[in-house]
Each structure stands twice: as structure tokens, then as C-alpha cells.
């Protein structure tokens, strides 16, 4: 399972470029027209929103992460959970332009 | 002759190498190189909260040589800003330290999981990548 870090919880929503702080997740299950919108568990709080939110897609058995950035302590957290991370490059401004190279 | 510089450890490769200030008129002709690493000591220090031997220890270089990388970097983000100059980030003498792949055809830039070469781009399943280079 895949997930994208986003702003809002649509389908135009741009994409959010930190990790820890976006406000919603977009779980991108086994195709593109099965996707949910789940909100962020750790962005209610100031200090470590990046190592919730990385518990919370474990738990949810993610394999791959797609976002602009990550911090040091959430990458070292990828690795050690062995969750693949995915830069996305600056062109792609929203949820639906990247869906459409997802493939 | 003087010693080669060291290369630096950079965490992960970054996706934007152009920062223009909205007032400049000609962004193109005063633009400022801003290195990597410099980018990086700044992130560590200012955006992670980390201290300078922390910082040190995690780009592989000693205390003092970290010091003077992010004294550095506060001198050209302070000219960026005060004279609204772009900063152009160049990836010249650094590492990775995990190896990281770019796909030639959505641009994305990922890792790999397991310790072997992936088939495919995980983003559009193209063929067409190139492995970032990692010493580690």
C-alpha cells in the first residue's frame, strides 16, 4: 500500500512537501480509484508529529511513502521499518496530476 | 599541495535546486551557488534543532569543519535575502547515504528497500533510471 502526503482531503489537493506536518494521508490501495483520506495522528502535536505519524503507517502495513521532504528522525524510521520513501519532484502540484503517472 | 576536500554525507537527495526571490528582476544573471552541504548543515542545525557536533558526526566531517560549512551557508542565505539573490543548489562533493535512485521520467527520487536493484520505477514503472551515487 501506498501513501501520499496532502493538504486537503480531495482529490485536487495540493501536495504537502513535510512529512510530519501534513494534514492528511492518501492511502492509495491495490489501484488508483481505491484511494482514502485519513488524517494526520500526529499533527495535533508540536514535537514528534514526524515519529507518530510514521507508527501510525506502520500499523496500517504501508510499504511505500511519497512526500517532498522527510526529516532525519522519520527517515531513520523508514529504514528501520523498511517502508520504501518516494520524493516527489516539485512539477507535480496536486493529488490528481501525480495519480495520473501512478501507475 | 593541499589535501582533497572530503566529501560530505548528505541524508537524501533534494528535489528543488533553484530558490528565486519574488522581487528580483533578473533572477538568472547574480545568482548565488549554494552547495549541498551548505544546504544540509543548515537543515540539520535550524530545521532538525541538532547540535553542531550531532550535525558534525552525521555529514562525517569533524566539529570545527561543520562550523565553518554553516557559517558559510548563514553568509549566502543572509545575501539571498537582504540582496534577493537566487540561491542555486549544486550537488557537487557529497554522498549518499542510502542508495537512492532518480527516474529519467517523472523525475521522482526514491530508495531502495532491499539491498538489490529495483526493476522499475515505483511512481510510473519506467525502466529509464539512474542510481545515485553512495560510497557508504
Redesign the interface.
Known sequence: MKVVTVKEDNLNSPIEDCFGKTKFFCFIKDDINNIEFVSNPGNDFLKNSGKKAVTFLHSRGVTSVMSGNYGMTVKKMFDKHKIQTIIIPAKYKNLTQLLKILK | MARPVKQRKI??????IWFFPAGNRNPDADSLLFLAEEFEAVK?ID??G?NHSKAAK?MKVSRPTFTRIYKRARIKLSTSLVEKRTLKLSGENIYYG?NWHKCQN?????????KSNPEFC????STNFINILNID
Do not use: T, W
Request: net charge negative.
Open positions: 541524508l537524501a537527495p533534494h528535489s528543488d540539520l530545521y532538525e541538532l552525521l542510502d517523472c523525475e521522482c527520487i526514491y530508495n531502495v528497500v532491499k515505483p511512481l510510473c514503472k
